[in-house]
């Protein structure tokens, strides 16, 4: 048959208007809209045979429905469902007898089904021919061309579920409370979200397709990339912690971690890098620990107010109950008993006020120039008689021409009474308690050091903080006081957060304590 | 009994079945590609059994379609010409040669299964869709077995040798052949497709039916007809000499997807389209 020289002649020109058409057809492949991919359609429609009208039909997923697609041709013009459907059971098209009153030139319809993996619709074409124009060709080019629409919609179909997921993801990233990017192996930025970007001030745009290195401040890349290299050795996640200059005096803290990703068949992609602020999460377990004060707080505090508060109540009692007192000696002494144990009660009462105040910075300070030797030697006399009780020594060693210092001179008074009493209390009899004062230089700013030793059981160094928390009395004690274990925290309060000073402790077991704060001139 | 000897004898058998006149011109008509509708109908037109056929044919449920079809050209054009050319196929191979008498093996018999072949490989090129011509599928099916139509009608005494053969050892009429005459059906099947001119595709699915993997050139068309035999002889439709059901090439179940629950499938919906294809064989029985 190919011997046939008209044959041959005739399978070229069909050969090369094939070549043709299937270029032509590329350009339904690779329109770059939904509006030109139906153009190309209707472009190449018209190379293949003329028409009259055009309608593309998608078909419903229930199979059972049409909705147009593109069209172009009178509203009345419309097809039978019955024929969309035979014609999509068919893989080709077919030309089908048609007349209708809407147009008289109107021969023929041919149904084109388009059919990828799933049914998607049919080209319906009007024309004026009957079975004469239908060739061989005509055919073969048509079902190609339903074969490009329907492969160029699975495509389309692919493509929108790929971006639907990606976009889901991306809403992943994006909601991720942390800033979070992913580089490849190589360091190259691939993704990032926009807490990260605002973290570190970069432009999701520009730093795409850039190293991390050329894009992250120094310290943070120097830090991703020993992260990296961890991360790599151990096959794992990588963590560490660093401080971030976030923006001018705003430091941050971030926990940064980086781990590997891995493919399903476990290739490496890249990592994924993921920076947390600390902040959050450490004022959490801060206002944790705050909590759990305020607990032990209120117990303790509710604890130590109702000792006296039994006693007066139980006094009272007794002295209300008739033929309980013996003499007015006694019932004089549960006066007693009761007024200072009402003393007592405002003390506490009057320190948890002042402890409150002083830590939420409430506390009026009257400032005025003071002399602290004059201070001091005022001090010593109020706590003389305390001290005679217990047959304690008290001296003075006060340096000379100290400058005067501007302070609150009663809440001075306060420390310098409340460090003398805890000394007295925690001295033995017949100790000795000296009271030191002297100018010191600490980081060239001057200050009047107070000391004031005794020579007490002393306590150890790691119960050194335990002297400064409230309520809190350290427990080897040898002669445990009535304190309120208020008095220490106020006082660190009144030097710190008051004066702007430094309240310390230094001591050793069973030699004494020295008790030192520290007012700047 | 060598190959030569009996190519030599089918060669000098004058009654080799043909195809009729008008059914050649078809398929030459078909190949090209300016062939027109009108040019295929007139051609069908000329021959007025054929025209019947042809038209009692396409009106069946078989191709489904909502409205009556009355004219050939008609059904070309809606049914596209692959379709028709393989309709009129069919009208023609069933009625080709006369059942001898004392055959052991019945044409009928031989016809339905192979009926039963194309409308099963025609199956599952429907659910391939890799883009083979699914009438070609089904044509490709419908003559496998050719060599058989041959070896039934043109060398009886050879025919009855291997039936003996057959039910002597239970065996498949494949091996049976290759037993006696040291080649097989498939091979007379090529001989006279070849004379027929028919295309190559069609060729390598009567050539490779029962070794598809010595396909060479169309390996879906020789893997699906493999399949599509096995699957019809499964069904038990018809005969093709032996009450045996050959093995299922195992490369050739993997390449084209059918598992059992898509053997499944697919059985099940030959019996429906068996059903539609009524007038398919009405025609064989017609016929013979």
């Given at each position: 048959m190919t011997n046939d020289p008209v044959n041959q002649f005739e399978y070229q020109k069909y050969f090369d208007k094939l070549v043709v058409f299937t270029r032509s057809l590329q350009r339904i492949r690779e329109a770059k809209s939904y509006s030109d991919f139906i153009s190309e359609i209707e472009t190449n429609l018209d190379e293949i045979t003329p028409f009259l009208f055009y309608k593309f039909y998608g078909i419903n997923e229930d199979q059972k429905s049409l909705k147009i697609i593109s069209e172009l041709g009178p509203d009345e013009l419309t097809i039978d469902l019955n024929m969309v459907q035979w014609s999509l059971s068919n893989d080709g098209p077919s030309l089908i007898p048609f007349q209708t009153p809407?147009?008289?030139?109107?021969k023929a319809n041919i149904l084109i089904p388009v059919v990828g993996a799933q049914p998607f619709g049919v080209i319906c074409l009007w024309v004026d021919?009957?079975?004469?124009?239908?060739?061989i060709y005509i055919a073969l080019a048509l079902k190609m061309l339903a074969q490009e629409v329907a492969s160029s919609f699975s495509l389309m179909n692919l493509t929108n579920k790929i971006k639907e997921q990606r976009d889901f993801m991306e809403c992943i990233i994006a909601s991720v409370p942390s800033g979070l990017f992913a580089t490849k192996m190589?360091?190259?930025?691939v993704s990032i979200n926009s807490n990260a970007e605002i973290l570190f001030n970069v432009n999701r745009k520009e730093v795409v397709g850039k190293p991390y290195m050329e894009v992250f401040p120094e310290k943070i890349a120097s830090t991703i990339y020993t992260l990296r290299i961890n991360a790599e050795r151990t096959g794992g996640v990588s963590e560490t912690e660093v401080e971030y200059e976030?923006?001018?005096?705003?430091i941050l803290y971030l926990g940064i971690n980086a781990s590997i990703i891995y493919s399903e068949s476990g290739e490496k992609l890249g990592y994924v890098i993921i920076c947390r602020d600390l902040a959050i999460s450490r004022e959490v377990v801060k206002l944790r620990e705050l909590d759990a004060m305020k607990n032990d707080f209120v117990s303790l505090v509710s604890h130590e107010l109702r000792t006296p508060l039994s006693s007066i109540i139980s006094y009272t009692e007794l002295l209300l109950t008739?033929?309980?007192?013996?003499?007015p000696e006694e019932s004089n002494e549960f006066l007693n008993i009761i007024f200072q144990e009402g003393h007592r009660l405002a003390r506490l009462i009057n320190d948890i006020l002042d402890l409150s105040k002083s830590e939420s910075g409430k506390m009026d300070y009257i400032f005025a120039p003071q002399d602290i030797n004059s201070i001091a030697k005022q001090s010593l006399r109020s706590s003389k008689p305390l001290a005679e009780k217990k047959n304690i020594e008290l001296q003075e060693v006060l340096a000379e021409n100290l400058p005067e210092v501007s302070c609150d001179i009663d809440r001075i008074i306060q420390v310098y009474l409340n460090v003398l009493s805890n000394a007295i209390k925690f001295t033995p009899e017949d100790g000795l308690i000296i009271v030191y004062t002297r100018l010191v230089t600490v980081e060239n700013k001057k200050f009047i050091q107070v000391e004031i030793k005794d020579n007490g059981c002393g306590i150890s160094e790691k119960d050194y903080d335990k002297v400064f928390n409230k309520f809190e009395q350290v427990e080897n004690v040898e002669s445990h006081s009535?304190?309120?274990?208020?008095g220490m925290p106020i006082c660190k309060n009144i030097i710190e957060?008051?004066?702007?000073g430094r309240m310390f402790i230094k001591s050793e077991l069973k030699k004494g304590t020295s008790m030192f704060f520290e007012l700047p001139v | 009994m060598d190959s030569f000897d009996v190519r030599n004898r089918i060669e000098a058998i004058e009654e080799l079945p043909t195809l009729p006149v008008v059914v050649t011109q078809i398929l030459q008509a078909t190949k090209?590609?300016?062939?027109?509708a009108n040019d295929v109908g007139d051609l069908i037109s000329s021959d007025q059994s054929l025209t019947v056929k042809v038209l009692k044919l396409v009106n069946?449920?078989?191709?489904?379609?909502p409205q009556k079809i009355k004219t050939i050209t008609h059904a070309i054009v809606i049914l596209g010409f692959s379709k028709v050319k393989n309709i009129v196929l069919a009208a023609s191979v069933f009625g080709m040669v006369k059942q001898p008498k004392?055959?052991?093996?019945s044409l009928t018999d031989l016809w339905e299964h192979a009926l039963t072949t194309g409308i099963v490989c025609r199956q599952i090129a429907k659910h391939r869709n890799?883009?083979?011509?699914i009438e070609e599928m089904f044509v490709a099916g419908l003559l496998h077995d050719l060599g058989k139509v041959i070896i039934i009608c043109n060398l009886p005494d050879i025919c009855t040798a291997i039936s003996e053969n057959v039910r002597k050892k239970d065996c498949l009429f494949y091996e049976a052949e290759n037993e006696i005459l040291n080649f097989s059906h498939d091979k007379v099947g090529v001989w006279l497709a070849e004379k027929w001119n028919l295309n190559p595709a069609l060729i390598e699915g009567i050539k490779c039916h029962?070794?598809?993997?010595?396909?060479?050139?169309?390996k879906e068309i020789a893997f699906t007809v493999h399949a599509g035999n096995v699957i019809a002889r499964a069904l038990d439709?018809?005969?093709?000499?032996?009450n045996k059901i050959p093995i299922l090439n195992a490369k050739v179940a993997e390449e084209l997807g059918l598992n059992v629950p898509a053997i499944d499938k697919i059985m099940g919906e030959v019996l429906i389209e068996i059903e539609k294809a009524k007038d398919f064989f009405d025609l064989i029985h017609s016929q013979n």
């Open positions: 809407i147009d008289e030139n109107i021919y009957e079975t004469s124009g239908f060739n190589d360091g190259t930025i976030f923006s001018q005096g705003n008739p033929g309980m007192v013996d003499s009535s304190g309120t274990g208020l957060q008051g004066h702007g | 090209s590609m300016a062939t027109n069946s449920p078989f191709y489904g379609f004392n055959s052991t093996i890799s883009g083979v011509d029962h070794d598809p993997l010595a396909a060479r050139g169309d439709i018809g005969s093709g000499g032996d």
